[in-house]
Antibody, heavy 120, light 111 residues
């Protein structure tokens, strides 16, 4: 069974860049899409974007100007960078495997989540 | 502000049946876009509960079922159990927003 683990700084200053890495174990990162999803405290889920093993990406249009994702197949990892962060970006960030089984992909395996707080 | 609307909360006694609605529009659920459902227990990551409108992943009890009709989808829980207390989210794709979208979320309480 595939497992995902997020890692990265838990505190980021306003206007700086948030960086997170997701390490995939129990399976290859190849041949799948991988997504980042976030959840502010007490609120709902927001899809940030997805990346394929070939580095093809799709981003949420509302965040597209600030988001960049990358993949390192040699380390079985993929990463998220979110620039110019504000307090509104404070959230738990989840990485998830994205399965394409129909018209709309779904997220079948999730990491435990990483809390990122934006504060000076 | 999500484009998929769910009731904030539903409740039921143990053993009862509850349903959670997910209301969308012609740019998401109303088109041939699948709806998926996730369960989020307190303090944990979401877990896939239903995919492709009405399919259960291995290990999900058959007490959980999904359906879709028109611009709405529903999740039903029969034989409600205390362990079902959680937040539930629907998910689909929105062609106007060009991205995956989640519902507003519903908290299920077992009385």
């Amino acid at each position: 069974q595939v497992q995902l683990q997020e890692s990265g700084p838990g505190l980021v200053k306003p206007s700086e860049t948030l960086s997170l890495t997701c390490t995939v174990s129990g399976g290859s990162i190849g041949s799948y899409y991988w997504s980042w999803i976030r959840q502010p405290a007490g609120k709902g889920l927001e899809w940030i974007g997805r990346i394929y093993a070939s580095a093809n990406t799709n981003y949420n249009p509302s965040l597209k100007s600030r988001v960049m994702m990358s993949v390192d197949t040699s380390k079985n990892q993929f990463s998220l960078r979110l620039t110019s962060v504000t307090a509104a970006d404070t959230a738990i960030y989840y990485c998830a495997r994205t399965l394409v089984r129909g018209v709309v992909p779904h997220f079948d395996s999730w990491g435990q989540g990483a809390l990122v707080t934006v504060s000076s | 502000q999500s484009v998929l609307t769910q009731p904030p909360s539903v409740s039921g006694a143990p053993g009862q049946r509850v349903t959670i609605s997910c209301t969308g529009s012609s740019s998401n659920i109303g088109t041939p876009y699948d709806v998926h459902w996730y369960q989020q227990l307190p303090g944990t990551a979401p877990k896939l509960l239903i995919y492709g409108n009405n399919n259960r992943p291995s290990g999900v009890p058959d007490r959980f079922s999904g359906s879709k009709s028109g611009t709405s989808a529903s999740l039903a829980i029969t034989g409600l159990q205390a362990e079902d207390e959680a937040d539930y989210y629907c998910q689909s794709y929105d062609s106007s927003l060009s991205g995956y979208v989640f519902g507003t979320g519903t908290t299920v309480t077992v009385l």
